[in-house]
């Protein structure tokens, strides 16, 4: 079976313009990485609504460490939210219908802009936290994503500049998600087919959670394992690939 491959919109720092090994990034942060503790127990477990709870910014904090301080969420947490109950929980950012997606684009730019009022909050830290609630909309505006799409950092300018940095992923993810619609659907397949995770070690050590991933997840996965691995040497996905992927090559 030939291996699917994302190709980005534009060639990176290390001239690198396609992603590859991509099921092995899926599978293995699925297996080692922040699934269990961050996409299954912070919002897969617990169902969807309009409300962020201290489980959301808990599992944003501690499983996808995105440091943002619990008091400064504390203006938001246990309250029902207008523009997030604006974005329906089956909105797809990928396979959405243009109209669909640009009124979720609306609501999510200005919950945005209401979060990101709140000194402490991040485009990180929120996108991470709203991605938990609407997994198939709000992508997660990382350092790594936002350097396979071109997005320049702006998460130290204006209350302005960083809701145009959120919501320039939205669109980068949206867009590289569309250019690469036959490979993404194949990957998306993929992880619907592997088995329940069963994590070796830690407070979740032999339970199993299964695996649900939506496609702008699926990307988020790829894009930031990649630059992990290739850019960034991480200490432990860099000597993942070092020992089951590039090996196998030799």
Not at 234 to 246: G, I, K, L, N
Request: proline share 5%.
């Amino acid at each position: 079976m030939s291996e699917p491959v994302i190709r980005l919109p534009i060639t990176t720092r290390l001239g690198r313009n396609i992603v590859g090994d991509c099921r092995w990034k899926i599978r293995t942060f699925v297996e080692r990485d922040a699934y269990v503790e961050y996409d299954f127990e912070g919002g897969l477990a617990h169902p969807f609504s309009d409300v962020i709870t201290e489980v959301h910014v808990h599992a944003m904090n501690c499983a996808m460490r995105a440091r943002s301080p619990n008091a400064a969420w504390g203006r938001f947490t246990g309250q029902p939210l207008a523009e997030l109950r604006e974005i329906p929980d089956t909105l797809d950012l990928v396979d959405g219908a243009d109209a669909e997606v640009r009124a979720g684009y609306d609501a999510l730019s200005r919950l945005a802009r209401r979060l990101l009022s709140q000194s402490g909050l991040t485009d990180v830290s929120i996108s991470k936290v709203l991605h938990l609630l609407r997994p198939r909309f709000v992508a997660i505006s990382d350092n790594y994503v936002r350097r396979c799409l071109g997005v320049p950092d702006m998460g130290t300018g204006s209350t302005t500049d960083r809701v145009d940095t959120l919501m320039a992923v939205q669109r980068g993810i949206r867009g590289l998600a569309k250019a690469n619609r036959g490979a993404l659907d194949e990957l998306a397949k993929y992880a619907a087919t592997l088995p329940p995770t069963r994590p070796s070690i830690g407070k979740f050590a032999g339970k199993e959670f299964p695996v649900r991933l939506s496609k702008i997840r699926i990307l988020d996965i790829i894009l930031w394992s990649d630059v992990a691995v290739h850019d960034e040497k991480h200490q432990y996905w860099s000597r993942w690939y070092a020992e089951e992927v590039a090996a196998d090559r030799e």
